[in-house]
């Protein structure tokens, strides 16, 4: 083996010792596992030195910056020696996208984008491509229009690398945090996190590996929460945990969903806690008026059926051509702003929690106000908390993706109550 052949072999059993760790070493090994690949990674720069006088110039600079580009942390001198490989090859795909990765961990985001542009004219590659993506929904942008327009492009340029190697699970991985992102930065609905699901699943299927990255569990977790899964998201955040026990972004999502579960548990059992002679006073304020645009006089076209049915009349999933009317009894904007959820009652006194996704802050519904819900998208939650108690979850849900569609107090929500979802990924990709 020549003194380059070694050099690389060397770093490529470095990475393959942190990506393949879990795997030889056992999930119960996971909160060593940073401080066993930073001493494994002091072992191979020892044996890297001697080897610098056999090598050329600019592989050596390439392969000890790729062995210091291992530790997720900025390192200058790793910017140093990869900075030295492309200058004196320019050429240097790989070095021009292991510089893109270390400008990103700086956070000079518009340095990396450079890079990876870089490689990208001399060669289209999945590696630039995936990060590109990345660094498209890093950007900050002066305007909402151009944000949007960054993720639904950063989605596309994520394919191409599925494209190039469709056996590659970190990016397909790539591909379900852009589809996240563009849940997160636009007004689409369960489509969108049914894509990123898919792609996840797909990391998985095609790399064993993906199955220990605690950023996929996590991400993947979001998305199940925002799908409304919610064993499924108590399961990845735990599973994010385990693969990574000093990150406490999981342990937070987690405490998050069980408070407003139970709350929103708590609260429709108890019809919003609303004394029984102000509820029937809200009961019997139901009437046809509550319905809008929705009543058979008032619909244009005359050939559309839309018939009024009770909460206990739903099928779980949609319901197209039915129409449910209830009155708010209580929100809970207090434990969750997306979605915005409440509970209400319908005529016979049913109680379900409603989620509203896409609704401006502050323009929710409040107690006391009748809403009427077209075609709704029913859910019965059934699930064992994971809690000190293991408390029994059991309600039911409808889902709402669009605010617009829903009429309250006889009348169509205003168009500026809508507005694109606002909660966050939190990790990194």
């Not at 059992?269 to 319905?291: F, P, T, Y």
Request: with cysteine; proline share 3%; glycine share 6%.
């Amino acid at each position: 083996m020549s003194a380059e052949e070694q050099l690389v072999d060397t770093v490529d059993k470095l990475y393959d010792f942190r990506d393949n760790f879990i795997c030889q070493n056992g999930i119960e090994k996971a909160a060593e596992k940073d401080k066993l690949v930073n001493l494994k990674l002091k072992e191979v720069l020892s044996s890297l030195m001697p080897l610098e006088s056999k090598c050329p110039k600019t592989i050596y600079f390439l392969h000890y910056g790729r062995a210091l580009n291992i530790i997720p942390e900025y390192s200058k001198e790793c910017e140093d020696f990869l900075s030295k490989a492309v200058k004196r090859d320019p050429s240097l795909i790989e070095g021009w996208n292991l510089l893109g990765e270390t400008f990103w961990k700086k956070g000079d985001i518009q340095a990396a984008k450079d890079c990876f542009e870089g490689s990208m004219k001399r060669e289209r590659n999945k590696v630039a491509l995936r990060s590109m993506s990345m660094v498209l929904r890093q950007i900050k942008c002066s305007t909402a229009k151009d944000n949007i327009n960054n993720v639904i492009k950063s989605v596309e340029i994520a394919k191409g690398a599925v494209e190039l190697d469709a056996v590659d699970g970190l990016s397909w991985y790539i591909l379900g945090n852009a589809y996240l992102s563009l849940f997160f930065a636009t007004d689409h609905g369960s489509k969108t996190l049914s894509l990123a699901l898919g792609a996840y699943e797909q990391a998985e299927k095609v790399d064993d590996r993906s199955k220990y990255n605690p950023d996929l569990n996590f991400n993947r977790a979001q998305a199940c929460r925002y799908s409304e899964s919610y064993e499924k998201a108590f399961a990845g955040w735990q599973r994010a945990s385990d693969l990574d026990p000093k990150w406490q972004d999981p342990h937070c999502r987690k405490e998050e969903l069980l408070k407003y579960l139970l709350k929103v548990n708590l609260l429709v059992k108890q019809k919003g806690k609303v004394k029984a002679k102000r509820l029937h006073g809200m009961i019997a304020s139901l009437n046809k008026k509550a319905v809008g645009l929705l009543s058979p006089e008032n619909l244009v076209d005359k050939n559309v059926k839309i018939n009024q049915v009770s909460i206990s009349e739903l099928a779980e999933g949609a319901n197209p051509e039915k129409v449910v009317i209830g009155c708010v009894v209580c929100n809970f904007a207090d434990v969750a702003k997306v979605p915005f959820t409440f509970a209400m009652v319908d005529k016979k006194g049913t109680c379900c929690a409603v989620t509203v996704y896409n609704l401006a802050e502050g323009k929710g519904m409040i107690i006391g106000d009748s809403v009427a819900i077209p075609e709704p998208y029913f859910n019965s939650v059934d699930i064992t908390l994971p809690d000190a108690n293991q408390t029994k979850c059991a309600f039911s849900s409808i889902r709402v993706s669009n605010p617009a569609m829903l009429i309250v107090n006889g009348k169509k929500v205003p168009e500026d109550h809508r507005a694109f979802v606002t909660a966050s990924m939190d990790a990194q990709n």
